[in-house]
């Protein structure tokens, strides 16, 4: 995976060099392979404009010519390049660059004439292919400046290897929460106005989910009008970053939120949607498909396809197809953001033998409850940088919503495993960081434990502080074992009125309320796990039976 610093720092802010910030990604799980410092060869680089033209003395094909970079002297260069002329600003390598292959820029005579420089082209510079001509820049290039600087290519990439269970990870706003919650900072999410067109999705395309086991939600937005062309720069840059051509820009779009959110998606041309229907099916046997990569493609093994009324037009979640892909022409856009099984992600792609970063991305999970936020990003830029009409009433086929989990957290555990001492409020707030939601429970107590707890305290210990518990749907496990433990405490602080069995099923059906302010409880904690079996009145005291100790930790 590969994380642009300058793409990172538009979502947290990062004022660490290089080294200090490959410890932090090591320290958090996130295993640094590789730094690219881009534009490392450029030293010595700059913009210049061609100030005198004319033809070398001793030769017809080279020109002599005078550079302004800014500098009180003009350079005197020798170029062999057809691409110039008088007036134009161009790339220009001084003396004592030392470009890509060691390549080391001197002062020289060339058929008798001095050249102090070099005019560069994009394969000199290692910045690209073009190998016939120099780098011609735009009129408002401002002279003298570094060149890295102006084309954007100071940036600084990471190489990471993220483990398969971290698929949240494998985008850049899912490495700014990491990085965020390090150092305690706050994740800065992207900003967008979407402006919907009152006009109905659902007018103008139709879907159908057949294959309800390895789709379990489909979204599909309407852009119309869209002018496909060039990505603007700074589109280009992210796309680059990320060792990809860039494409267009409904295209470069698709990429961008993808490597921003960690969720593939896709662009169809809707015009060649027949009877503008889109179908989630398991393919027949033998049908065929030309993929994006121009291989004819025969599917024989009930591969999740996306099809309309007639022919697949892409491989779910993997690769799409030729027939329905974006050009030049295309005015009017059906954009795909679904989640498809991973195991089914896994199966296709192997069987297939097809690599992309979207199967990459599908067959480790994505989230399926941020879809919507995502296709609404796409759409919204999509509509800035195409011209694009987004209109309303998006389809949304949700085939069944996952199980949430709540997991519990021993701090104990925590600390003996991570070989530091967190506080219980460190914990809360990495956690909270994280985007992990967590359940807390205040009370004022006075603790007296009447059993002694192994490797915690012995019999008799009193303990006596304000403390707050995490709680959570499953139990909190404890590192100790113990039979009986009395816990008194004072709940009349407590600012709900109703424990309900929302916190473990621990205080169900007790109210708050009942036990008044200021008033003494007592807790007798079992080992033996079973659940809340007794709540009673024993004189100015309730008894409350519990299952486990798990249920707190202190």
């Not at 660059?97 to 004439?113: H, M, T, Y």
């Not at 706003?173 to 992207?190: C, D, F, L, S, T």
């Not at 609404?376 to 999509?382: E, G, K, Q, V, Y």
Request: proline share 3%.
């Amino acid at each position: 995976m590969l994380i642009s610093l300058d793409w990172l720092k538009q979502y947290v802010d990062i004022k660490e060099d290089i080294n200090q910030l490959e410890n932090a990604l090591t320290m958090i799980g996130q295993e640094v392979e590789a730094i690219d410092v881009q534009g490392k060869d450029l030293d010595n680089v700059v913009i210049g404009q061609i100030v005198e033209y004319g033809k070398h003395p001793n030769s017809d094909k080279l020109t002599l010519l005078k550079v302004d970079i800014g500098e009180e002297e003009k350079l005197q260069i020798i170029c062999g390049a057809p691409n110039h002329k008088l007036g134009d600003k161009v790339v220009v390598a001084k003396i004592g660059a030392v470009l890509p292959g060691n390549f080391k820029i001197k002062k020289s005579k060339i058929r008798d004439v001095e050249s102090c420089g070099m005019l560069c082209s994009q394969v000199e510079l290692g910045i690209g292919e073009d190998k016939d001509g120099i780098i011609i820049l735009p009129e408002d290039a401002p002279i003298g400046e570094e060149y890295r600087k102006y084309a954007g290519i100071d940036d600084v990439i990471f190489e990471l290897e993220i483990t398969p269970n971290r698929p949240d990870c494998l985008s850049h706003i899912g490495i700014a929460r990491e990085v965020a919650a390090y150092y305690g900072r706050k994740v800065k999410y992207p900003s967008y106005a979407l402006n919907e067109v009152i006009e109905s999705t659902n007018n103008y395309a139709k879907v159908r989910v057949e294959d309800k086991e390895r789709c379990k939600r489909y979204m599909g937005r309407v852009i119309k009008n869209v002018t496909v062309e060039e990505s603007p720069e700074w589109l280009k840059k992210r796309i680059r970053a990320m060792g990809l051509k860039p494409i267009n820009n409904i295209v470069d779009i698709t990429n961008f939120v993808m490597f921003e959110y960690n969720q593939p998606m896709h662009a169809f041309d809707l015009d060649k949607l027949e009877n503008k229907t889109v179908v989630v099916r398991a393919a027949e046997i033998g049908e065929k498909i030309t993929t994006l990569d121009g291989v004819d493609r025969e599917l024989n093994n009930g591969e999740l396809v996306i099809a309309d009324e007639v022919k697949p037009i892409a491989i779910a979640g993997i690769i799409g197809g030729k027939a329905t892909q974006i050009e030049p022409e295309t005015k009017n856009i059906f954009l795909e953001v679904a989640y498809f099984t991973p195991e089914n992600i896994r199966k296709s792609a192997k069987k297939l033998g097809i690599v992309t970063d979207s199967g990459y991305r599908n067959e480790r999970g994505i989230d399926i409850e941020n879809i919507s936020e995502v296709i609404d990003r796409a759409a919204a830029l999509m509509a800035e940088v195409a011209s694009g009409e987004v209109l309303d009433e998006v389809i949304d086929k949700y085939i069944e919503k996952p199980q949430k989990f709540e997991i519990p957290l021993n701090i104990n555990k925590l600390n003996n495993f991570i070989g530091k001492k967190l506080e219980f409020d460190q914990v809360g707030k990495i956690l909270t960081n994280l985007g992990l939601g967590i359940k807390t429970f205040l009370l004022s107590s006075l603790f007296r434990l009447s059993a002694g707890v192994s490797g915690t305290c012995g019999a008799g210990a009193e303990v006596i502080s304000n403390k707050r518990f995490l709680f959570s749907a499953a139990m909190l496990s404890a590192t100790a074992r113990l039979s009986t433990v009395e816990t008194r405490c004072r709940i009349g602080s407590l600012s709900a009125s109703r424990l309900s069995g929302t916190i473990c099923g621990i205080f169900r059906n007790v109210s708050a309320s009942s036990f008044g302010s200021g008033t003494r409880t007592v807790l007798t904690i079992h080992s033996n796990p079973c659940r809340l079996h007794e709540a009673k009145q024993q004189g100015d005291t309730p008894l409350i039976c519990f299952s486990s100790f798990r249920h707190l930790f202190f």
